[in-house]
């Protein structure tokens, strides 16, 4: 599509599913799902162990700190695909190493089995991990993308500000909190910049077992194991996998429903989903 910028969310390319992209690109339509507060408890408090530990914490990579991205979500600068159509990333990862000698890595923690059940064997890999290692792979090039090239732009900060401001508040910020705002975004995507991108990679991580803590009272303390494996680096993969998407995206009609997807048994195609009420809606981006 003429003049046509595509966001490209790093989540949406893990978690693939062709209709449901289609649907909230076009039409705002979305499985949202339901939060689950307990699971961004354990996520945070995986973030602090590696932190706290940096790349001491994980064998055979380089020395360097491990930098929370936090939760403000960010845009890449504007890239053309392979047929010449422009596209951002825009995401929040989990992890961005910065070595010791000035160069990149982007690590994401995935809480999910890795090992076979009673066993030390961290080498196993069943079809089950290679598939996720897999599904997972694209969405560690969209943060490496994304990392490398944060749009710092006063102006284009400003409208993300705005969106933003708007959509938590409900009506629209004063030009003083638009400078504010901005001036905040401005100073951390230039300390979240990466350049020379040169690991990817995922932790797994699992509980083992539980027993109550040694101070007793109401308390239980669980072990969790976990396990790095480095995804091999390839952009121009990556730039096909994007330029597949957009073409995706850029027909008339929206892919078939699957019978399954990243969300897991998603309720846009077993309940929500009528085609010719469909074809009656009209489409937020036209093709």
Wanted: proline share 5%; aromatic share 12%; net charge positive.
């Amino acid at each position: 599509m003429k003049n046509k910028v595509y966001i490209i969310s790093p989540s949406a390319l893990s978690y693939k599913c062709n209709h449901c992209e289609y649907l909230k690109h076009h039409y705002n339509l979305e499985n949202r799902g339901v939060p689950v507060g307990v699971t961004q408890t354990l996520d945070n408090k995986e973030k602090e162990f590696f932190i706290k530990r940096g790349t001491k914490a994980i064998d055979d990579i380089p020395k360097g700190k491990i930098i929370d991205p936090g939760s403000r979500t960010f845009s890449s600068i504007k890239f053309p695909d392979l047929k010449g159509r422009e596209f951002r990333i825009r995401g929040k990862g989990d992890g961005i190493i910065k070595f010791d000698d000035g160069s990149s890595g982007i690590i994401d923690y995935k809480t999910s089995k890795f090992k076979k059940n009673d066993t030390k064997d961290y080498s196993f890999k069943d079809k089950d991990l290679d598939k996720k290692i897999t599904e997972y792979t694209p969405q560690l090039h969209a943060y490496a993308m994304l990392y490398e090239n944060l749009d710092t732009n006063k102006d284009f900060l400003g409208e993300e500000y705005k969106t933003w401001y708007k959509k938590l508040f409900k009506k629209n910020p004063s030009l003083s909190k638009i400078h504010e705002g901005v001036s905040k975004l401005e100073l951390k995507a230039k300390n979240l910049k990466t350049k020379n991108t040169k690991l990817l990679g995922l932790v797994f991580v699992y509980p083992e077992y539980s027993a109550p803590l040694t101070n007793g009272g109401d308390q239980i303390g669980v072990s969790f194991s976990y396990r790095f494996y480095k995804i091999p680096i390839d952009m121009q993969r990556f730039l096909k996998m994007i330029t597949d998407h957009i073409d995706m995206l850029e027909k008339n009609d929206p892919p078939e429903p699957p019978s399954d997807c990243g969300a897991k048994k998603c309720g846009m195609h077993r309940f929500f989903y009528d085609k010719k009420k469909l074809k009656k809606s009209k489409k937020k981006n036209k093709i």
